[in-house]
T-cell receptor
Framework: DAEITQSPRHKITETGRQVTLACHQT?????MFWYRQDLGHGLRLIHY???????NKGEVSDGYSVSRSNTEDLPLTLESAASSQTSVYFC????????????FGPGTRLLVL | AQTVTQSQPEMSVQEAETVTLSCTYD???????LFWYKQPPSRQMILVIR??????QNATENRFSVNFQKAAKSFSLKISDSQLGDAAMYFC????????????FGKGTRLSVIA
């Protein structure tokens, strides 16, 4: 069965370190998304991609970067982790048009000390 | 820009009872899609139900149904015969018909089901 996976599921890091969160989908979806979820803020979009070599900034992109070198993967990099980036991160994908149903990964819980 | 508002941060319902979660949105578009997503504790978010704005008939999926009021820009979710497994965060989301912009999510409603 097609799926979307994230790794690691839990991560503890220190302020200033570079961190990369992996997202892999086997749906063969064109669109991929990264969100962060914080209490009181719901889901906020960090970056998204329409396809290979395409990336776009979302609502809260500062301090984060992504690259899309193939259809299946969209890694999220925190260039220099900050305590404000402690959050739960979700990856999602959708087939073609952005209006279509998104399928979510299980999430990565990141703690920045 | 579109916005989605869920005015009930938390709700509770007795098992087997019916509960309605509220969602309002703001848009100047005439065609769009609306979604309800469910996020169980420590589990993946999944789609509950989806409504196309051009369809007058309210979407239904088993015990889940929506009350879509286009003029009022309201999209509430009704859960009938509530079960313990319905306990979760529920997110309302909006998508432009043009498909050029990502989903806009509300802040969520945490639903508790009381046995």
């Amino acid at each position: 069965d097609a799926e979307i996976t994230q790794s690691p599921r839990h991560k503890i890091t220190e302020t200033g370190r570079q961190v990369t969160l992996a997202c892999h989908q086997t749906w063969n979806h064109n669109n991929m998304f990264w969100y962060r979820q914080d209490l009181g803020h719901g889901l906020r979009l960090i970056h998204y991609s329409y396809g290979v070599q395409d990336t776009n900034k979302g609502e809260v992109s500062d301090g984060y970067s992504v690259s899309r070198s193939n259809t299946e993967d969209l890694p999220l990099t925190l260039e220099s982790a900050a305590s404000s980036q402690t959050s739960v991160y979700f990856c999602a994908s959708s087939e073609s048009a952005l209006r279509e149903t998104q399928y979510f990964g299980p999430g990565t819980r990141l703690l920045v000390l | 820009a579109q916005t989605v508002t869920q005015s009930q941060p938390e709700m509770s319902v007795q098992e087997a009872e019916t509960v309605t979660l509220s969602c309002t949105y703001d848009t100047s578009e005439s065609d769009y899609y609306l979604f309800w997503y469910k996020q169980p504790p420590s589990r993946q978010m999944i789609l509950v139900i989806r409504q196309e704005a051009y369809k007058q008939q309210n979407a239904t999926e088993n015990r889940f149904s929506v009350n879509f009021q286009k003029a009022a820009k309201s999209f509430s979710l009704k859960i009938s015969d509530s079960q313990l497994g319905d306990a979760a965060m529920y997110f309302c989301a909006y998508a432009s018909f043009s498909g050029n912009t990502p989903l806009v999510f509300g802040k969520g409603t945490r639903l508790s089901v009381i046995a």
